[in-house]
DNA sequence: CTTTACGCCTGACGGC
DNA sequence: TGCCGTCAGGCGTAAA
């Protein structure tokens, strides 16, 4: 499942090959993904250098000279850079093709992501417009936590996946984190104190840091463009792991769902 | 304004 | 073996 660190990963990945690279043409297979593909992209690209390799939030920015390719992976999404000539297979949906005769290919089952074309500068798409910072951000700290939360009454969990709060923590990332920094998932934003906030941006931080090291986690569909998998699977102490023993005390891991999504923690660390 | 519910989509999995 | 219901979840939209 794409978060922060498998998104920066793959950006890491893709960037040598792609930036100051021509595409020289595109294959759309599959037009309707989160929003449709943009019609006319070959036309619009076909020819354009591909000046930088950026991320912001989840979405991957393959920045040309009068507009950006946002590429978002959603929850089913890989990218893959393959010689010219390989057969597409099932899912794979869009192929760019540069002058180096190599291919850059979207493979989205679930197709929650998108290939979006967006003219001008992206900062002011509808997509990114009004997003918190990015969680390495200096202005993502306590203090902004805190002041953010005030009067908030959904729960934690919920606030910190939130991407006009702080953006790229994703359902696992934030059950880790709050495991981490000892906060209950359900407890309300407006009911956490200052230096519980402090630690848990440090957690976020932590969490994501190692994540990026290892290559982001696998657990359903994400692979690193190479194909190998993500090693951080291992390193999760709290997601998919109800009824094991907490790593900290023995006690039993919880599951329960709070808006709509799994969350997993220890009620004897966290509180 | 905040909060909540829902839909998009496919594959995996459990029950029968 | 196969069919069907349920679940997974990022994130935008609509409704409360």
Same mark, same amino acid.
């Given at each position: 499942?794409?978060?922060?660190?498998?998104?920066?990963?793959?950006?890491?990945?893709?960037?040598?090959? /792609?930036?100051?690279?021509?595409?020289?043409?595109?294959?759309?297979?599959?037009?309707?993904?989160?929003?449709?593909?943009?019609?006319? /992209?070959?036309?619009?690209?076909?020819?354009?250098?591909?000046?930088?390799?950026?991320?912001?939030?989840?979405?991957?920015?393959?920045?040309?000279?009068?507009?950006?390719?946002?590429?978002?992976?959603?929850?089913?999404?890989?990218?893959?850079? /393959?010689?010219? %000539?390989?057969?597409?297979?099932?899912? =794979?949906?869009? =192929?760019?093709? /540069?002058?180096?005769?190599?291919?850059?290919?979207?493979?989205?089952?679930? #197709?929650?992501?998108?290939?979006?074309?967006? #003219?001008?500068?992206?900062?002011?798409?509808?997509?990114?417009?009004?997003?918190?910072?990015?969680?390495?951000?200096?202005?993502?700290?306590?203090?902004?936590?805190?002041?953010?939360?005030?009067?908030?009454?959904?729960?934690?969990?919920?606030?910190?996946?939130?991407?006009?709060?702080?953006?790229?923590? %994703?359902?696992?990332?934030?059950?880790?984190?709050?495991?981490?920094?000892?906060?209950?998932?359900?407890?309300?934003?407006?009911?956490?104190?200052?230096?519980?906030?402090?630690?848990?941006?440090?957690?976020?931080?932590?969490?994501?840091?190692?994540?990026?090291?290892?290559? %982001?986690?696998?657990?359903?569909?994400?692979?690193?463009?190479?194909?190998?998998?993500?090693?951080?699977?291992?390193?999760?102490?709290?997601?998919?792991?109800? %009824?094991?023993?907490?790593?900290?005390?023995?006690?039993?891991?919880?599951?329960?769902?709070?808006?709509?999504?799994?969350?997993?923690?220890?009620?004897?660390?966290?509180?």
């Amino acid at each position: 499942m794409p978060e922060l660190p498998e998104v920066e990963t793959t950006r890491r990945a893709i960037k040598p090959l /792609l930036e100051h690279s021509i595409v020289q043409a595109v294959n759309v297979r599959q037009r309707k993904l989160r929003w449709p593909v943009t019609h006319g /992209l070959a036309r619009r690209i076909r020819g354009e250098e591909i000046l930088k390799v950026a991320r912001r939030a989840k979405y991957l920015l393959l920045i040309f000279r009068h507009g950006t390719l946002m590429i978002h992976l959603g929850m089913s999404g890989r990218l893959r850079i /393959l010689p010219v %000539g390989v057969p597409p297979g099932k899912h =794979d949906h869009v =192929d760019l093709v /540069l002058t180096n005769r190599r291919v850059l290919r979207f493979h989205d089952p679930r #197709r929650f992501g998108s290939v979006l074309w967006v #003219r001008g500068d992206p900062l002011r798409s509808p997509q990114l417009a009004h997003l918190g910072p990015e969680p390495f951000d200096e202005a993502f700290c306590g203090q902004m936590l805190f002041a953010a939360a005030r009067g908030r009454r959904a729960a934690v969990k919920n606030f910190i996946m939130d991407g006009r709060i702080v953006v790229g923590v %994703g359902n696992i990332y934030a059950n880790e984190a709050l495991f981490r920094s000892g906060i209950l998932p359900g407890r309300s934003a407006g009911r956490v104190a200052l230096h519980r906030y402090q630690g848990l941006v440090a957690a976020i931080q932590e969490v994501l840091t190692e994540a990026i090291e290892a290559g %982001g986690t696998t657990l359903r569909d994400y692979a690193q463009v190479t194909g190998e998998p993500g090693y951080f699977e291992q390193a999760l102490q709290v997601y998919e792991r109800a %009824g094991e023993p907490c790593v900290n005390c023995n006690s039993v891991i919880r599951r329960k769902v709070i808006g709509q999504r799994a969350s997993y923690y220890c009620a004897n660390c966290q509180r």
